[in-house]
């Protein structure tokens, strides 16, 4: 969940979950752990800070939905930016995150990301490793702009990009909590972000520009049309599609009795209501 606040009141046991309250009555953390150095006599307490991105965690779990987290499609690596040759001056962080794969069609590949670039802020914030990239980015969520400040060694030089988030694979089904759906079904099957799942998902060549199918509903118009879980859709008639929110806006506009859909391998299936 991020960095933790670092505070100096004695926490009792059982105390995990308590509301930390600034000067002002404002609720800014929740208390969750002990850390007793001598001793419980002398112990203090951390909490995890509550901002915009753990605030959509909280509203997505108490609405039943699924916690959806950031993914840009690189493998990342920690690294001390003191050995690295012709370092700008003006970077003064002693660490950051250096990219050893850029995965294919990916969120990171559209931004124009390379292997050996080094991330060092996300939305200005500073990166001074893997797990603060990894942390930043899947706290965004999916569908939103990240500003990643990128020092590139090959040509000497810092510059700005901006990557649309997708979705990070969830590895375990099993682990889902979820009682409702982000989108209604239609006509007997749901879509979601193409790396929603990494069962559907081929390492490292990843279809990303479609939506992927997650569930069909038997004897309903997609299992007729031969729709199975696990295809990818690509268009809704002659629309491109990319994301479930451009699925289901593409469909309710078009409101039609009979509806092609294509998928990733070129089949063209009419789904009738």
Do not use: C
């Not at 060694?153 to 909590?177: C, H, M, N, V, Y």
């Amino acid at each position: 969940l991020g960095t933790l606040l670092h505070i100096d009141t004695r926490l009792n046991l059982g105390g995990s979950g308590g509301a930390l309250l600034n000067l002002r009555g404002e609720l800014i953390g929740l208390t969750t752990a002990l850390a007793a150095i001598e001793g419980y006599e002398k112990s203090v307490g951390f909490a995890i800070p509550i901002d915009a991105n753990l605030r959509r965690v909280v509203e997505s779990l108490s609405k039943g939905l699924e916690v959806e987290y950031g993914f840009l499609g690189l493998q990342p690596e920690d690294v001390l930016l003191a050995p690295l040759r012709d370092l700008s001056p003006k970077i003064k962080q002693p660490s950051a995150a250096r990219v050893l794969m850029v995965f294919a069609d990916s969120p990171a590949a559209h931004a124009g990301l390379r292997r050996d670039d080094v991330v060092l802020a996300v939305n200005r914030k500073p990166i001074f490793g893997k797990l603060d990239l990894l942390r930043e980015i899947g706290l965004l969520g999916p569908g939103v702009f990240a500003e990643l400040t990128v020092w590139r060694p090959t040509e000497r030089r810092e510059f700005r990009t901006q990557a649309e988030l997708g979705k990070f694979p969830l590895s375990d089904d099993e682990t889902l909590i979820a009682t409702e759906q982000r989108h209604p079904e239609w006509r007997g099957l749901r879509v979601d972000y193409p790396t929603a799942r990494a069962k559907y998902m081929i390492w490292p060549e990843q279809r990303y520009p479609s939506a992927v199918v997650v569930s069909v509903a038997p004897e309903s118009s997609a299992a007729i049309g031969n729709l199975q879980e696990g295809d990818f859709l690509t268009h809704v008639e002659q629309q491109p599609i990319h994301t479930p929110a451009e699925f289901h806006a593409a469909v309710t506009k078009l409101d039609k009795p009979s509806v092609v859909v294509r998928t990733i391998d070129g089949r063209r299936l009419k789904l009738t209501r």
